[in-house]
């Protein structure tokens, strides 16, 4: 492949489609390209043979008896990490289906189920001025609503990121009411959205959101060593931890997703399995 050549954006999906599909699933075929991205079969064997001809030549090969493309034996990919997660990502993204095709090149039915979190109600308008209000780092009104004060209450905010906890969605801002950055579930806003003038605080202020929070995930330790090193390698440890490195703001979410409550132990460790390794060093960040 030439280093110097340019890609469009599509360009590059349809590239990493390509390998990641080869790669795990082990056939190719024009059609994953059309039913995935919703182009013709032309233009999908063009993505194919320029890849094949221009980018990798020892990537992909044709099986006539599989009517598709399989992987070379040095296979090596250009746009993609050839790592686990990203073909389980591209399962999430396409619901479980990602529409593969028998020798026929007829759609096959496909062994996985995927489970979702329920989704939060977030209405259009209010993302959309939010997405403004960011871009454009403006202060603006709307209506919020919290389980600690369920009547409406007219919020004025300056918002600079939004946060998938992976439950739900939040945006952080700083909050005239409170004097503070805070995080705002997106769904529990009401009313309409109104734009203002320019923040007036700048978002490198958010202290927590800015300070590196290093957390240590490791086994539980009254297992005994097996069931230790079981834990370890299912989550990739080394050393028996698991390192993460996120934000001050973020820890909190973080451990929620592991399921570990700072503040209670399971009476089995085979029903907590983790422990937090540093949980002294965060102690500060907790709700």
């Known amino acids: 492949m030439n280093e110097n050549t340019t890609y469009s954006f599509d360009q590059v999906l349809r590239y990493k489609l390509i390998e990641i599909i080869v790669l795990w699933e082990g056939r190719l075929t024009t059609n994953h390209l059309c039913q995935y991205f919703g182009i013709g079969r032309q233009q999908a064997s063009k ?7 221009q980018i990798a030549p020892s990537n992909l090969f044709y099986d006539s008896s599989l009517k598709g493309y399989i992987p070379g034996v040095t296979f090596k990919p250009k746009f993609t990490f050839g790592t686990v997660d990203e073909y389980l990502t591209l399962l999430s993204e396409k619901g479980g289906n990602l529409l593969p095709f028998d020798n026929t090149n007829k759609v096959i039915s496909q062994n996985i189920e995927l489970l979702q979190p329920p989704t939060r109600h977030i209405k259009a308008d209010i993302l959309r001025g939010l997405i403004q209000a960011i871009k454009n780092k403006r202060r ?45 579930v997106l769904s529990r806003f009401r009313g309409e959205i109104e734009i203002y003038d320019e923040a007036l605080i700048d978002s490198n202020k958010d202290k927590l959101w800015h300070t590196p929070a290093r957390i240590k995930i490791i086994p539980d330790t009254r297992l005994n060593k097996a069931q230790r090193k079981i834990i370890a390698e299912d989550y990739g440890m080394k050393r028996n931890a698991l390192i993460i490195n996120s934000r001050a703001a973020l820890v909190n979410y973080i ?3 592991f399921q570990l409550d700072p503040n209670k132990v399971e009476a089995l ?10 949980l002294s060093e965060l102690k500060k960040w907790l709700f």
Request: glycine share 4%; net charge positive; proline share 5%.
């Open 47 to 53: 993505d194919i043979n320029y890849y094949l001809k």
């Open 140 to 184: 603006i009104e709307l209506g919020y609503v919290s389980l600690n004060n369920p009547k409406i209450e007219d919020r004025i905010i300056e918002p600079h990121s939004l946060i998938n906890t992976g439950q739900r969605w939040h945006v952080r801002a700083y909050c005239e009411k409170n004097r503070d950055f805070r995080d705002f």
């Open 255 to 257: 451990l929620k997703l």
């Open 269 to 278: 460790p085979q029903a907590q399995q983790l422990m937090i390794g540093n």
